[in-house]
């Protein structure tokens, strides 16, 4: 049977969100670079953003090239896997343009930790939630699947957070709600993207 000519862009979304996942656990598991709070080297999981990933000179003010290569591969990768999805739903030009918009900002998240350039990442991050939120709510108006619209009401609610909710700076239990509500949104989004496409190889 002939496969949809859609089949490629699916199966490179499964992949780079599986590449996403593994290369951003490598770089948590190479992690040396410390956090503001804690008199630890390694990684944090409730401590440290992701951001704090691609920080070259750390908290520890010691180099981990190493990290900083995975987080860069975790990154390309999202990038793919965003962009393919869209595609393999044969989105509008608004929902592409979007994406492209989303992932250009993704770098700045990802790049700009916010304890070093806090305001610039906190404009890259609003950018980013903000373009894939537009390219999600264009999806959700385009398609009859359900993905779009979890993956759009899992963005706004972290969005609204972000807005409503109180400065990671205020106090270590804030700091830990933010950086656990930023890895529930991540891990949300490429659960859905990964479950998604590895339904449909299977049908």
């Not at 440290?48 to 981990?64: A, E, I, M, R, W």
């Not at 995975?70 to 990768?77: N, P, V």
């Amino acid at each position: 049977m002939k496969r949809p000519a859609s089949w490629n862009q699916v199966e490179t979304t499964l992949w780079a969100s599986i590449l996403f996942v593994v290369s951003s656990a490598c770089a948590m598991l190479t992690y040396t670079g410390g956090n503001p709070l804690r008199d630890e080297a390694r990684y944090a999981f409730g401590f440290n953003f992701l951001s704090d990933l691609g920080v070259k000179l750390p908290y520890s003010h010691t180099p981990q090239p190493l990290t900083n290569l995975f987080w860069a591969m975790a990154l390309g990768s999202a990038a793919i896997a965003l962009t393919s999805y869209v595609q393999s739903l044969k989105g509008t030009q608004g929902s592409r343009l979007s994406a492209a918009l989303a992932c250009l900002s993704l770098l700045g998240v990802g790049l700009l930790p916010s304890d070093v350039y806090f305001w610039p990442h906190r404009v890259a991050l609003l950018a980013f939630l903000a373009s894939l939120i537009t390219a999600f709510a264009f999806l959700s108006r385009t398609t009859k699947e359900h993905a779009p619209r979890i993956l759009l009401i899992t963005c706004l609610f972290y969005l609204l957070f972000l807005l409503l909710g109180p400065r990671p700076e205020t106090s270590l239990d804030a700091r830990t709600v933010h950086v656990l509500a930023q890895k529930l949104m991540v891990g949300m989004v490429f659960a859905t993207l990964i479950a998604t496409s590895a339904r449909k190889l299977r049908s």
